[in-house]
């Protein structure tokens, strides 16, 4: 099974996917964490994305896929991969789909980890330090909640339509969240 999971910062989503990786011995591809390993390794492809990371621009759609159909075409991941971080916009979406077709695959799952605003800010603010002005934090926060909901709806609307996507209540325990997941994924 290869599935993508969706939710704003903040949401666990990391959390969860390494739960799931674990319960169901997949493998969590982050594009983010990919992208960071190149810079931190100094790699050629490193050098010429990390001004791009560091702006919190997107990298180009090529360059990312380059890295994700490395994976897909690898045996040891076929149909074993979660995707955090990919798609990010419809182009890679359709992308995604083309690719996994080529190697005999498909998205058998999106999952979106949903979290009200409200539940960001509070949870920012259990978090917050005696160096850090919490308001400060909160309008970063609520920009970058704001930024993903926006962007990612369109992803959403094309896994709605193929009847791919499901929404768990990222509200509660990250044992509840997690049961609420398991119960989606053995019910494929
Ligand atoms: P993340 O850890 O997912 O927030 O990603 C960190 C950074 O990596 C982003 O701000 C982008 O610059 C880049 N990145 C990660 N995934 C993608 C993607 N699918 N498309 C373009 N850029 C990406």
């Known amino acids: 099974m290869n599935l993508v999971i969706f939710g704003p910062p903040g949401a666990g989503k990391g959390t ?6 674990k319960k169901y011995k997949l493998y969590q591809l982050s594009t983010g964490e990919l992208l960071r390993g190149e810079i931190s390794n100094k790699t050629a492809l490193g050098n010429k994305i990390s001004k791009i990371i560091n702006d919190g621009e997107l990298v180009s759609d090529e360059i990312v896929s380059s890295i994700i159909e490395k994976f897909i075409s690898n045996k040891i991941y076929k149909r ?24 005999d695959q498909k998205v058998d799952l999106a999952l979106k980890l949903s979290v009200s605003l409200e539940t960001i800010k509070k949870r920012i603010l259990e978090r917050k330090t005696q160096e850090q002005r919490a308001d400060d934090s909160e309008d970063i926060a609520i920009k970058r909640f704001e930024t993903y909901e926006k962007s990612t709806r369109p992803i959403l609307d094309y896994y709605k339509q193929s009847n791919l996507l499901k929404v768990v209540n990222g509200e509660a325990s990250i044992a509840e969240i997690s049961d609420e997941i398991s119960g989606i994924i053995e019910a494929i």
């Open 16 to 21: 969860q996917s390494k739960l799931i990786a």
């Open 80 to 103: 074993k991969l979660i995707f955090d971080g990919y798609p990010r916009n419809l182009n890679q979406a359709k992308n995604l789909d083309e690719l996994l077709k080529q190697n």
